[in-house]
């Protein structure tokens, strides 16, 4: 069983910058990527950003040039620096581990951007 933590989140006017991470507990074994996830008022959970074990890495277009995702060297934390931050950056962040086929999530951490 795979347990993840979050933290990092918090109010910042547009423009600032946060960063959040995530700490992953148990076995790496089969652990094959790691992402952050966020989801706004009203909307559908999406994905913002992920890493790969062999540390390809994916983003949004929304968050392209601004976010940057990173994993810590023993492959149990992940990263967001969140620079530029948008109003619509405004949601919950929630951290994903992929292992062993099976998705595990975090609870979640708010990022609330004021304009």
């Known amino acids: 069983q795979v347990q993840l933590v979050e933290s990092g989140g918090g109010l910042v006017q547009a423009g600032g910058s946060l960063r959040l991470s995530c700490a992953a507990s148990?076995?790496?074994?089969?652990?094959?990527?790691m992402g952050w996830y966020r989801q706004a008022p009203g909307k559908q959970r999406e994905v913002v950003a992920t890493?790969?074990?062999?540390?390809?890495?994916n983003y949004a277009d929304s968050v392209k040039g601004r976010f940057t995702i990173s994993r810590g060297n023993a492959w149990n934390t992940v990263y967001l620096q969140m620079n530029s931050l948008k109003p619509e950056d405004t949601g919950v962040y929630y951290c994903?581990?992929?292992?062993?086929?099976?998705?595990?999530w975090g609870k979640g951490t708010l990022v609330t951007v004021s304009s």
């Open positions: 994903k581990v992929e292992q062993y086929g099976m998705d595990y």
């Open positions: 148990g076995s790496i074994s089969g652990r094959n990527a």
């Open positions: 890493i790969r074990r062999g540390g390809s890495t």
